[in-house]
């Protein structure tokens, strides 16, 4: 069983540059979120995708956007990169089912600096 | 809104010593509460998952408690080691809802 892995690991883009971070999701999940963590702070939710369509987002704007794919791996794109969008952006995915036994599995993460 | 608070913020032990984080949250209709380690610059390693209707779970060295009425639950390491050095952050959900993070507690375990 492979777990959740995201490319590329590091990634340095220039202010007002556009950015695709991938994820493949663990086999199996078809349902994958994407986190942002702040150096110091928590990871916070951005969206989620379940079977291809997005479900559910957290407070980010527009030019934050993603895609999910039908064997369930996934994108982020960022827009017009601000200096604020430096972070460890996360990938996790979760089986089927809205139960309470959906644990969520994360990847290594995509360091993204913004110079 | 969920908000997930986890104190201390940052923990220095020796090595060998027994070891309590917190976490609390402001909303108790939760399904399940995730703990998890990361190192720094890594991702996330999912250690314990407590569903709403359990009040602990156990894997090796690790116990982790939960008392939902009450916004509560605590992860006791054991005989902590310098491997355990890392933050470990609590996270609340319900079923497959985004999950809401704590700040996490930086854990240094000196040799």
Redesign the interface.
């Known amino acids: 069983e492979t777990g959740?892995t995201?490319s590329p690991t590091h990634l340095i883009k220039t202010r007002g540059q556009q950015v695709t971070l991938r994820c493949s999701s663990q086999s199996g999940h078809n349902?994958v979120?994407w986190?942002q963590q702040a150096l110091?702070?928590?990871?916070?939710?951005i969206f989620?995708y379940?079977r291809e369509e997005e479900n559910?987002r957290?407070n980010f704007p527009p030019r934050f956007s993603g895609l999910q794919f039908p064997n369930y791996s996934s994108e982020l794109n960022v827009n017009a990169l601000e200096l604020d969008d430096s972070a460890?952006y996360?990938c996790?995915s979760?089986p089927p089912?809205?139960?309470?036994?959906?644990?969520?599995?994360?990847?290594?993460?995509t360091?993204l600096t913004v110079v | 809104k969920q908000e997930?608070t986890q104190i201390p913020a940052a923990l220095s032990v020796p090595e060998g010593e027994n070891l309590v984080l917190n976490c609390s949250f402001t909303d108790s209709a939760i399904?399940?509460l995730?703990w998890?380690r990361q190192d720094p610059?890594?991702?996330?390693?999912?250690l314990l998952?407590i569903?709403?209707?359990q009040r602990e779970q156990t894997s090796g060295r690790l116990n982790a408690s939960l008392d939902k009425s009450s916004g509560r639950s605590t992860l006791y390491i054991a005989a902590s080691q310098p491997g355990d050095s890392a933050t470990y952050?609590c996270?609340v959900?319900r079923?497959?809802?985004?999950?809401?993070?704590?700040?996490?507690t930086r854990l240094s375990v000196i040799a």
Request: glycine share 22%; no cysteine.
């Open positions: 959740v995201q349902t979120s986190y110091g702070q928590g990871p916070q939710f989620q379940y559910g957290g460890l996360l996790a979760s089912g809205t139960g309470v036994n959906t644990e969520a599995f994360f990847g290594q993460g360091r | 997930v399904y399940n995730q998890f610059g890594k991702g996330l390693t999912s998952l569903q709403s209707s952050l996270a959900s079923g497959n809802t985004p999950l809401v993070f704590g700040k996490g």
